[in-house]
């Protein structure tokens, strides 16, 4: 599109969650002026971003998950120095652990995925280290697994709070409490965004409404397939047997996986619920007890600790058909920019599609080729999917 000028704001973000404001952080950054954020929640952090476990990782089974994991890390590490603050990006790594050669094979395929992109941190590993990596896991059953020490632990709300206040000392402007914004549509150009009775023109419109993505494409008769589904984090009282420097550590055979943080340790497992999609998640404590029960079969030690129902969690990912980000601009809308289904790792890839976004909008050179992200391979069926989604 090209540097856009001659408008109260040259760009409207929908979504104050970490994606949209890195989208509005790396506008600003690489020098747009007149940048709107937008944000249905009273505050900051209120959404899916504030609710996300920290996860990093770059063991992904698609090159493109993987080339967006090596940037954001890129990123990562120069975010002090860029933003201010500390991401809290740690290498403390991700081990998955299959229990059948048939898993094994298809860890040896994504291996072979991340090499070829240069994640030569990505490694496998037999049973006897994996028994070092993380001594605390019952391995008996346990075949061989991978592990990469590029991959481990970010801070969520420090990364979504540095970029606000980075963009905000470059002129973002942003306003919470917008519970109602609809697309303003005029055949197949966006012309910005209605919030109630006012209607506010902008170059280019970016939705970065995660789980509600679908529902403000709607309000331009736009089917997006993005589908948010629920997922659930049982959180330990704190619990001192296991170290922070332990490294995610995940079951192939059923997605259980554990990471420590602050003392506690967070268990997940996507199986087990009653309800799954929804945009309004509770949790479900029945759920308490059967990923329990999975944690003290994988963790012994676990059996010792307590689960902490007052500070467990329910929260939503974002799910495309094909477990990829839709990034670009809507076909059948031009000056409409989707940034939306990252279906679990969003937080992991907001510093990457932040500056893709703005790119794209500015019409700049790409750092990496989002050909399979594109809007309209879903019409095109040209899916590619990601097998890794935890």
Partial sequence: MGRIEGMAYEVIVVGAGVIGVSVAYHLSALGQKGVLV??????LGAGSTGKATGGFRCQFTTEI???LSMLSREKLLRFPEEIGVDSGYRPYGYLFCATTEAQMGLLRQALAVQHAA?????????????RQIN????????????????DGFTRPMQILEGYWRASQRLGVEYRFGVPSVRLWREGERIRGVEVG????EAGAVVNACG???AELARTANLRLPVTPVKRQVAQTYPFDKLPETMPMSIDVSDGFHLRVRDGRVLLLYPHGLKEEHTLEPTLETEWLEIVHQRACQRVPCLAEARIDPHTSWAGLYEMSPD??????????????YLVNGSSGHGVMHAPALGEIVARLILGLPLPVDITPLRPTRFAENALNPETGVL
């Fill in 323 to 336: 477990r990829h980000a839709i990034v670009g601009e809507a076909p059948e809308c031009r000056g409409l």
């Fill in 197 to 200: 009775s006012e209607r506010i």
């Fill in 211 to 213: 789980a509600w993505a």
């Fill in 65 to 67: 998950n993987v080339r």
């Fill in 38 to 43: 937008l944000e249905r929640a009273e505050s």
């Fill in 118 to 130: 240069g994640v030569h941190a990505a490694r496998e590993v037999a049973v006897d280290e994996i």
């Fill in 135 to 150: 001594p605390a896991l019952r391995t008996d059953d346990l075949v061989g697994g991978t592990f990469c020490d590029w």
